[in-house]
């Protein structure tokens, strides 16, 4: 993995650690607030190694043989992989759908409107799930 790929990892979270750090420090001390945001920061990093470096089906099966004890108590598995791998694989969607819709927002020169983002936003997820719904209902995979 290289450096570009790591920071890209990070990168969205740096404001955050940023607003982290000052918050702790204003209600712990300066020792303190390092350390819990240097976990943070240790724990997302070695998180996001684990996703650039191993497969998502790789992942999924890890999940299913982790969770197989819990079988006893009603969990079913592979319903569970299936649900984690189908919220992995939309969030790429959720967010085309977003960069859609600020692009068409900012056409119209409604690009400071909340409403303008947040219906067409909840209406093109709405009808992503739907179609995902109608497609495992077509391969069987409902109750």
Request: glycine share 6%.
């Amino acid at each position: 993995v290289g450096w570009r790929a790591a920071w890209g990892q990070l990168r969205p979270l740096r404001w955050f650690v940023v607003v982290l750090l000052v918050v702790q420090v204003v209600i712990a001390d300066v020792p303190t607030a390092v350390a819990l945001t240097a976990r943070l920061v240790l724990a997302v990093a070695l998180a996001a190694l684990v996703t650039l470096t191993t497969r998502t089906t790789d992942l999924m099966a890890a999940l299913e043989r982790g969770l197989r004890p819990f079988r006893r108590f009603g969990v079913d598995p592979a319903r569970v992989s299936l649900l984690m791998s189908l919220t992995l694989r939309s969030v790429p969607v959720v967010a085309g759908i977003a960069g859609r819709i600020r692009e068409a927002r900012w056409a119209r020169g409604r690009e400071r409107s909340v409403r303008a983002f947040a219906v067409p936003l909840v209406v093109g997820v709405l009808r992503h799930a739907d179609a995902m719904g109608e497609a495992l209902q077509a391969r069987g995979l409902d109750d």
